[in-house]
Nanobody
Framework: QVQLVESGGGWVQPGGSLRLSCVAS????????MGWYRQAPGKERERVAG???????SYADSGKDRFTISRDNARNTVYLHMNILKHEDTAVYYC?????????WGQGTQATVSS
């Protein structure tokens, strides 16, 4: 059984920052890709950023130059540092992890950008 637990969401004013964390726990030896998706009200879930097991990263255009994904493999943790947040970044942010032949999702953490 694998579990992903996100934290770090909350309310922030436009221009502010948030750091999301996601910890994977359970029975596994290693994690392949990890990353983040988000879903805004009335919209489909969209990819935000990803990180391979080798450390390469990729970003959706919406977060380039503002978001940074990082991993701590020893702690089975992935982070998403979000800067210069905008109203349109308001969403539930979901962590995912590819472990073995399966993909796993967290329960999501809400990030609200509002003045």
């Amino acid at each position: 059984q694998v579990q992903l637990v996100e934290s770090g969401g909350g309310w922030v004013q436009p221009g502010g920052s948030l750091r999301l964390s996601c910890v994977a726990s359970g029975s596994f030896s290693s994690i392949n890709a990890m990353g983040w998706y988000r879903q805004a009200p009335g919209k489909e879930r969209e990819r935000v950023a990803g990180s391979s097991s080798g450390g390469s990263t990729s970003y959706a255009d919406s977060g380039k130059d503002r978001f940074t994904i990082s991993r701590d493999n020893a702690r089975n943790t992935v982070y998403l540092h979000m800067n210069i947040l905008k109203h349109e970044d308001t969403a539930v942010y979901y962590c995912y992890a590819d472990i073995g032949l399966s993909g796993y999702w967290g329960q999501g953490t809400q990030a609200t950008v509002s003045s």
